[in-house]
Nanobody, 122 residues
Framework: FQLVESGGALVQPGGSLRLSCEAS????????IGWFRQAPGKGREGVLCISDSGAITNLADSVKGRFTISKDNAKNTVYLQMDNLKPEDTGVYYCASRGAFCSNRDTSYATWGQGTQVTVSA
């Protein structure tokens, strides 16, 4: 089982990015996929999660109305669309998989990607 993130970049405040999380070795549609992030010097924080059935759980109030999560089963990929980015969104973004349902406990996710760096700065 493997997850690979991509799409991180340096972007100005107010800009947008779309991160991708591609699964290999398993069918992503059977699992919940969560996006997490870790800012420099801080702990890991949940962002958004999408369950096997497509139900979405918001794990961070700070991204409400700015970030959205979606999945493309044909591509075995989950996306994190990030709009109106702020400097405090800077960090390494990870996707992770667990059973069918979402959870805000990062320790309950079994498989993690290597992360992709997002930097929001003028």
């Amino acid at each position: 089982f493997q997850l690979v993130e991509s799409g991180g970049a340096l972007v100005q405040p107010g800009g947008s990015l779309r991160l991708s999380c591609e699964a290999s070795g398993f069918i992503l549609d059977y699992y919940a996929i969560g996006w997490f992030r870790q800012a420099p010097g801080k702990g890991r924080e949940g962002v958004l999660c999408i369950s096997d059935s497509g139900a979405i759980t918001n794990l961070a109030d700070s991204v409400k109305g700015r970030f959205t999560i979606s999945k493309d089963n044909a591509k075995n990929t989950v996306y994190l669309q990030m709009d109106n980015l702020k400097p405090e969104d800077t960090g390494v973004y990870y996707c992770a998989s667990r059973g069918a349902f979402c959870s805000n406990r990062d320790t309950s996710y079994a498989t993690w990607g290597q992360g992709t760096q997002v930097t929001v700065s003028a």
